[in-house]
């Protein structure tokens, strides 16, 4: 499954760079994209229960850039 999320304040390419290589630990994500420019973020995962793994993609999101606000609804 390919899910792609937009994002709002991402303020820097570093920090874009920080959410992919955190993203990409998380159990259950097979590869994750996150477009600086685009404001969006890419997720791939075989993972069925998608709305509790995009809750752990949002609290360690919110550790490297907690002004940035992900536009994910259920």
């Given at each position: 499954m390919k899910?792609?999320?937009?994002?709002?304040?991402?303020?820097?390419?570093?920090?874009?760079?920080?959410?992919?290589?955190?993203?990409?630990?998380?159990?259950?994500v097979t590869n994750a994209s996150v477009n600086f420019m685009m404001q969006k973020m890419t997720i791939e995962t075989?993972?069925?229960?998608?709305?509790?793994?995009?809750?752990?993609?949002?609290n360690v999101c919110a550790k490297v850039e907690p002004d940035c606000e992900i536009l994910y609804k259920k």
């Open positions: 899910k792609v999320i937009k994002l709002k304040d991402l303020d820097c390419a570093n920090c874009a760079a920080k959410m992919e290589n955190s993203i990409k630990k998380i159990p259950g075989e993972v069925e229960d998608f709305d509790s793994l995009m809750q752990e993609i949002i």
